[in-house]
């Protein structure tokens, strides 16, 4: 038995090494497998039926990237090297002499997340050159006001959880002290060093082959694109096959007196340095209710009110027991209930629901969240979009245009950020040349 050493491109999260992870698993030969998101690293044990061949084309099909340290360095080199080859043949027969051989296929990319960047890293490798254009923070959600940010927080209300609620009476319980200042202040440290390191540091390596450019895109037509720069000029960027993802945003309901008023989304809610006394959380789904219960945990009362059921888009039996467990917690559940009007007044919010009257020091709206495309002109490009606004792609991650595809939260696809990433390596694969699918079974 042997272990080979790999390393790992394009994981954003820990969600991502996991899936790594189990995916080496499963190949024959395989009797272990570690993936570290921290070191970009996998280590795999190995008998005779699993090369390293095998082994980066496992990682390769889930959308990430690799390559031998150690090794398996020789086989894995040719075997990129050959996988190359085919690449470049097929690129040359549906672009003539455009790569390889002449000017370099130009790939711009409208976002910078985890799509986005997983499309960049793979385009460049494949030998296109990459204009990456970002409007606001590099990174995306993920990083930067989703899964990070939010899974720190929520472990540090389990914790306070646990301090107060656990099971051995040996162990003394007691109300946790919580500063919710220093809570943020670590927590978004770690939120700038992963930016760092997952997304800045790897453009900066990369400055040859992938441009950053800071500005707000829009389609003039489908191989060109207007991007207001942040001094107020324009750019004009022309390319030869352009990839959309622009992630998602909080959704806002017309709910009478809310606009205006200083509710909370989920990205002030995760930033936010005091607990409030009573949070009003309006929404079911997974970000309003694991907010919810941080908050609850973390010494804030919380009332949630849910038009639906909890987590209505899945099995009803999960909504239930969960509506339960957070009673339990002390959390008040109201279901099947909608906010006809909402004000705010000498700095509490009024929320009526048509039976009672809720009033709370802070209101979060987390009714769900819609595709970032309203601005882009897509029809410009011939792009279709579904009634939400997200971007109909097929499994190439193509749309109704021909040379733009998409990726991401911003597409009709599953809104994940492994999804995502997967999405962004095949839409660079097949604009450059290859034929790759996304097949989410």
């Not at 909608?338 to 009672?356: I, K, N, Q, W, Y």
């Not at 970032?372 to 410009?380: P, Q, V």
Request: charged fraction near 20%; include cysteine; aromatic fraction near 4%.
């Amino acid at each position: 038995m042997s272990v080979v050493s790999l390393e790992v491109g394009g994981m954003t999260c820990e969600s991502c090494a996991r899936h790594v992870e189990q995916a080496l698993r499963t190949l024959p030969g395989v009797h272990a497998a570690e993936v570290s998101y921290a070191d970009n690293t996998a280590k795999v044990s190995t008998g005779d039926g699993a090369s390293s061949n095998a082994l980066i084309a496992a990682i390769v099909t889930l959308g990430y990237s690799a390559k031998a340290l150690d090794g398996g360095a020789r086989e894995a080199k040719a075997a990129t090297q050959g996988a190359g080859r085919s690449i470049l043949r097929a690129a040359r027969d549906l672009f003539g002499a455009r790569m390889g051989d002449g000017p370099k296929l130009h790939v711009a990319v409208i976002g910078s997340g985890g799509g986005a960047f997983a499309a960049a890293l793979r385009a460049a490798d494949e030998g296109a050159s990459v204009t990456m254009i970002e409007a606001g923070t590099l990174g995306g959600t993920c990083v930067n006001v989703g899964c990070v940010p939010s899974k720190i927080m929520i472990r540090g209300a389990h914790i306070a959880h646990l301090v107060a609620e656990h099971p051995f009476p040996g162990i003394g319980r007691q109300a946790p002290v919580v500063d919710r200042r220093v809570l943020v202040a670590q927590q978004q440290a770690r939120v700038d060093e992963l930016r760092h390191a997952k997304y800045e540091s790897i453009l900066e390596s990369r400055a040859e082959s992938i441009r950053l450019l800071g500005g707000v895109a829009r389609f003039e037509d489908a191989r060109t694109l207007a991007v207001t720069l942040p001094d107020g000029g324009t750019e004009t960027v022309r390319a030869d096959r352009i990839l959309v993802a622009t992630g998602a945003s909080p959704a806002i309901p017309e709910v009478p007196g809310l606009k205006g008023t200083p509710y909370w989304t989920s990205t002030e809610a995760l930033v936010a340095e005091e607990l409030p006394e009573h949070l009003i959380v309006y929404g079911g789904s997974v970000v309003a209710l694991e907010l919810a219960q941080a908050f609850l945990r973390l010494g804030s009362e919380v009332t949630l009110v849910a038009r639906s059921t909890l987590l209505s888009k899945e099995d009803p039996a999960i909504g239930a027991e969960l509506a339960r467990v957070l009673e339990g917690e002390g959390m008040r559940v109201l279901t099947h209930t909608t906010l006809r009007s909402v004000r705010f007044e000498a700095g509490r919010f009024l929320a009526d629901t048509g039976s009672e009257q809720l009033a709370g020091d802070r209101l979060l709206v987390a009714t769900g969240r819609r595709a970032n495309t309203r601005t882009l002109g897509l029809e410009k490009a011939g792009v279709r979009t579904d009634d939400s606004g997200a971007i109909v792609v097929n499994e190439r991650m193509q749309t109704t245009a021909e040379g733009v595809y998409a990726a991401g939260d911003c597409t009709n696809s599953p809104e994940y950020v492994y999804v995502a990433a997967a999405g962004g390596t095949r839409a660079a694969i097949n604009m450059t040349g290859g034929d790759a699918r996304l097949d989410l079974s």
